[in-house]
Nanobody, 123 residues
Framework: QVQLVESGGGLVQPGGSLRLSCAVS????????FAWFRQAPGKERERVSC????????KYRGSVKGRFTTSRDKGNNTVYLQMNSLQPEDTAVYYC????????????????WGQGAQVTVSS
């Protein structure tokens, strides 16, 4: 019943932009927080951003502040991650995740996950 389907990944040059989409089925965006996590080979999964369900307030990890923006379209039940000024260190598989409680930092707190979208930043 619940599905998070990601799209928008791909290959981009340093300094370029990508927008990831997370199409949500079976969850109310007003009652779930939606986070973006990423995982690079050999590294731990880390939270990139999170947007609260009740008021849409967004949080970001320090390394992406000013470059990434998360947003939601409640009419289309879609969550976005706009990524600008991409750098090679942003290369990772990006995951959309949802939790009923407010935004948490740990991946283990999240109840639902998208399939992952590969983002590769390379010249």
């Amino acid at each position: 019943q619940v599905q998070l389907v990601e799209s928008g990944g791909g290959l981009v040059q340093p300094g370029g932009s990508l927008r990831l989409s997370c199409a949500v089925s079976g969850l109310d965006l007003d009652y779930y927080a939606f986070a973006w996590f990423r995982q690079a080979p050999g590294k731990e999964r880390e939270r990139v951003s999170c947007i609260e369900g009740y008021d849409g307030r967004a949080k970001y990890r320090g390394s992406v502040k000013g470059r990434f923006t998360t947003s939601r379209d409640k009419g289309n039940n879609t969550v976005y991650l706009q990524m600008n000024s991409l750098q090679p260190e942003d290369t990772a598989v990006y995951y959309c995740a949802a939790v009923f409680t407010p935004c948490g930092s740990a991946a283990e707190e999240y109840d639902y996950w998208g399939q992952g979208a590969q983002v590769t930043v390379s010249s």
